[in-house]
């Protein structure tokens, strides 16, 4: 069943791709950065790390988001609006739950921008202590 919908999701961006190069107006999705990287860093005491990305959408048609991706279930994103008017912006928020040891999270975004149809977003830290608690 899920790999029908893959074949499906696969399919109508190429459809809707094509038609957008032959009409001349297309999405363009640009982030604000590809990879976040918190260095290294204590343990927060919640236990979550947080952040932000800016989707721009720099084409000239509405960039329509169709599906966000994580790696993992300790990697949770919440996107408010999934269509982006030309030259607006929309922010995804990310927060992924850690533990001590390394870390690298991908995220990715499935849209109907014709040249860059999957964007992918990568969170890196090294998490070696638990806080400092005073």
Known sequence: MR??????LVYS???????AQQSGKAPQINLSQNIFDWGV????????LNSTI??????????????????????VISLDNHSIPPD??????VEINVSIG???KTVTILSNDPRSPNAFLMFIA???????IR
Not at 88 to 93: A, F, G, I, N, R
Request: overall charge negative; proline content about 3%.
């Open 3 to 8: 790999n029908q919908f893959v074949i499906i």
């Open 41 to 48: 860093t204590e343990l927060p005491s919640d236990g979550k």
């Open 54 to 75: 800016e989707i721009r959408n720099t084409g000239n048609d509405t960039l329509r988001i169709y599906e966000i991706q994580t790696d993992c279930g300790c990697t």
């Open 102 to 104: 390394k870390i690298e």
């Open 126 to 132: 090294e998490i070696n202590s638990l806080p400092n």
């Open 88 to 93: 607006s912006m929309e922010v995804l928020k």
């Open 13 to 19: 961006i190429l459809l809707l791709s094509v038609e």
